[in-house]
C-alpha cells in the first residue's frame, strides 16, 4: 500500500505559479511511477504527467507541455508538479497518483494503470 497526500494548492492570478507536491508513505516510493491527473466540475478525471521511478522518462499532456514540470525526489519520498504560465482553464483539483506498471520505468497516461491516488488539491486559477 502507499498513502499520498498533496498540498500546494490555493488560489493564483492568470500567468502565475504554484508548486504542488505529493508526500507518499508506505511501501518503497522509488518503486513507483508517479502522475498527475486533474478534474474540473463536470469533466472526467484528466492526464496531466507521469513520471517514471528514476526521473529518466517524463511526458505531458499537450494542453500543459512547456509550462508544467514533473519531478521527485526518492530520497524525501515526493513528487511535484511545478505549474508556471498557470490559465484559468487550469482550475481543477489535481490529484496524484501512483503506479506499478511497467515496475515503474516508464510512464503510462492511463486513470486506469494507477493503482494510489491521493485526496487530490484545488488549484483555482483567476483572471
Known amino acids: 500500500q502507499v498513502q499520498l497526500v498533496e498540498s500546494g494548492g490555493g488560489l493564483v492570478p492568470a500567468g502565475g505559479s504554484l508548486r504542488l507536491s505529493c508526500a507518499a508513505s508506505g511501501r518503497t516510493f522509488s518503486r513507483y511511477g508517479m502522475g498527475w491527473f486533474r478534474q474540473s466540475p463536470g469533466k472526467e478525471r484528466e492526464f496531466v504527467a507521469a513520471?517514471?521511478?528514476?526521473?529518466?522518462?517524463?511526458y505531458y499532456a499537450d494542453s500543459v507541455k512547456g509550462r508544467f514540470t514533473i519531478s521527485r525526489d526518492n530520497a524525501k519520498n515526493t513528487a511535484y508538479l511545478q505549474m508556471n504560465m498557470l490559465k484559468p482553464e487550469d482550475t481543477a483539483v489535481y490529484y496524484c497518483?501512483?503506479?506499478?506498471?511497467?515496475?515503474?520505468?516508464?510512464?503510462?497516461?492511463?486513470?486506469?494503470?494507477?493503482?494510489?491516488w491521493g485526496q487530490g488539491t484545488q488549484v483555482t486559477v483567476y483572471s
Open positions: 513520471i517514471s521511478w528514476s526521473g529518466d522518462r517524463t
Open positions: 497518483a501512483a503506479t506499478i506498471k511497467f515496475n515503474g520505468a516508464l510512464v503510462t497516461t492511463l486513470r486506469n494503470d494507477y493503482q494510489y
